[in-house]
Protein backbone atom coordinates (compact mmCIF):
# COMPACT_ATOMS: atom_id res chain seq x y z
CA UNK A 1 0.00 0.00 0.00
CA UNK A 2 1.16 3.30 -0.88
CA UNK A 3 -0.42 6.01 0.96
CA UNK A 4 0.72 9.53 1.45
CA UNK A 5 -0.91 12.98 3.15
CA UNK A 6 -3.20 15.04 0.63
CA UNK A 7 -1.64 18.16 0.88
CA UNK A 8 -3.34 19.56 -2.62
CA UNK A 9 -6.04 19.50 -5.18
CA UNK A 10 -3.47 17.76 -7.15
CA UNK A 11 -3.03 15.14 -4.49
CA UNK A 12 -6.58 14.99 -3.86
CA UNK A 13 -7.89 13.96 -7.63
CA UNK A 14 -4.70 11.57 -7.76
CA UNK A 15 -6.20 10.18 -4.95
CA UNK A 16 -10.01 10.26 -6.11
CA UNK A 17 -8.57 8.42 -9.09
CA UNK A 18 -6.93 5.06 -6.57
CA UNK A 19 -10.37 5.14 -5.26
CA UNK A 20 -12.02 4.36 -8.66
CA UNK A 21 -10.26 2.24 -9.06
CA UNK A 22 -10.34 0.30 -5.75
CA UNK A 23 -14.46 0.78 -5.42
CA UNK A 24 -16.31 -2.33 -4.24
CA UNK A 25 -13.05 -4.02 -2.78
CA UNK A 26 -14.15 -6.44 0.07
CA UNK A 27 -13.48 -4.99 3.74
CA UNK A 28 -10.57 -6.59 5.46
CA UNK A 29 -8.46 -7.46 1.73
CA UNK A 30 -5.26 -5.26 1.61
CA UNK A 31 -7.48 -3.60 -1.54
CA UNK A 32 -9.92 -3.13 1.58
CA UNK A 33 -7.81 -1.73 3.61
CA UNK A 34 -6.45 0.61 1.10
CA UNK A 35 -9.41 1.94 -0.11
CA UNK A 36 -10.55 2.66 3.56
CA UNK A 37 -7.56 5.05 4.52
CA UNK A 38 -7.93 6.95 0.87
CA UNK A 39 -11.20 7.59 1.94
CA UNK A 40 -10.49 8.59 5.54
CA UNK A 41 -7.36 11.27 3.65
CA UNK A 42 -10.00 12.14 1.86
CA UNK A 43 -12.23 13.02 3.71
CA UNK A 44 -9.47 14.36 5.90
CA UNK A 45 -8.61 17.05 3.04
CA UNK A 46 -11.97 18.11 2.21
CA UNK A 47 -13.33 19.12 5.35
CA UNK A 48 -10.26 20.95 5.84
CA UNK A 49 -10.51 22.51 2.32
CA UNK A 50 -13.80 23.43 1.97
CA UNK A 51 -14.89 23.58 5.19
CA UNK A 52 -16.83 27.11 4.34
CA UNK A 53 -19.81 25.31 1.91
CA UNK A 54 -21.15 23.83 5.48
CA UNK A 55 -21.27 27.61 6.62
CA UNK A 56 -24.47 29.82 5.99
CA UNK A 57 -25.22 32.72 3.75
CA UNK A 58 -22.30 34.36 1.36
CA UNK A 59 -20.41 36.76 3.84
CA UNK A 60 -20.30 33.72 6.38
CA UNK A 61 -18.72 31.67 3.98
CA UNK A 62 -16.20 34.73 2.96
CA UNK A 63 -15.54 35.28 7.41
CA UNK A 64 -15.03 31.03 7.05
CA UNK A 65 -12.57 31.36 4.11
CA UNK A 66 -10.63 34.25 5.45
CA UNK A 67 -10.14 32.27 8.64
CA UNK A 68 -9.46 29.66 6.91
CA UNK A 69 -6.56 30.36 5.04
CA UNK A 70 -5.28 33.23 7.30
CA UNK A 71 -6.33 36.66 4.71
CA UNK A 72 -7.38 39.59 6.79
CA UNK A 73 -9.55 42.71 5.54
CA UNK A 74 -6.51 44.11 3.75
CA UNK A 75 -6.52 41.11 1.20
CA UNK A 76 -10.54 41.43 0.70
CA UNK A 77 -9.68 45.18 0.18
CA UNK A 78 -6.76 44.04 -2.72
CA UNK A 79 -10.31 42.15 -4.46
CA UNK A 80 -12.64 44.85 -3.94
CA UNK A 81 -10.85 47.62 -4.16
CA UNK A 82 -11.98 49.69 -1.09
CA UNK A 83 -11.77 49.59 2.38
CA UNK A 84 -15.35 51.00 2.53
CA UNK A 85 -16.54 48.61 0.77
CA UNK A 86 -15.22 45.40 2.59
CA UNK A 87 -16.57 47.03 5.61
CA UNK A 88 -20.22 47.35 3.98
CA UNK A 89 -20.22 43.72 2.36
CA UNK A 90 -18.77 42.32 5.90
CA UNK A 91 -21.41 44.16 7.91
CA UNK A 92 -24.24 43.31 5.59
CA UNK A 93 -25.02 46.78 4.11
CA UNK A 94 -24.28 46.18 0.41
CA UNK A 95 -25.00 43.12 -1.25
CA UNK A 96 -21.79 41.18 -3.21
CA UNK A 97 -21.57 42.48 -6.95
CA UNK A 98 -21.08 39.65 -9.92
CA UNK A 99 -17.84 41.31 -10.27
CA UNK A 100 -16.96 40.28 -6.30
CA UNK A 101 -18.18 36.82 -6.74
CA UNK A 102 -16.03 36.56 -9.90
CA UNK A 103 -12.91 37.53 -7.92
CA UNK A 104 -13.76 35.73 -4.80
CA UNK A 105 -14.18 32.51 -7.53
CA UNK A 106 -11.22 33.06 -9.75
CA UNK A 107 -8.76 34.23 -6.83
CA UNK A 108 -9.63 32.73 -3.43
CA UNK A 109 -11.23 29.57 -5.08
CA UNK A 110 -14.69 29.82 -3.45
CA UNK A 111 -17.66 27.99 -5.72
CA UNK A 112 -19.17 30.85 -7.06
CA UNK A 113 -22.83 29.15 -6.40
CA UNK A 114 -22.51 29.67 -2.71
CA UNK A 115 -22.21 33.47 -3.35
CA UNK A 116 -24.86 34.11 -5.68
CA UNK A 117 -27.15 32.61 -2.49
CA UNK A 118 -29.54 35.21 -1.43
CA UNK A 119 -29.26 36.53 1.79
CA UNK A 120 -30.25 39.36 4.28
CA UNK A 121 -28.82 43.14 3.79
CA UNK A 122 -28.99 44.87 7.19
CA UNK A 123 -31.43 48.55 6.71
CA UNK A 124 -29.94 51.61 7.73
Request: proline share 5%; no cysteine.
Amino acid sequence: MNVKPITSDDDHKAALVQIEALWGARSGTPDGDHLDVLIALIEAYESRRWSFVRIGDPVDIIRSHMDANGYGRADLTRLFGSNSRVTEILNRKRPLTLAMIQKLNRDWGIPADLLVQPYEIAVA
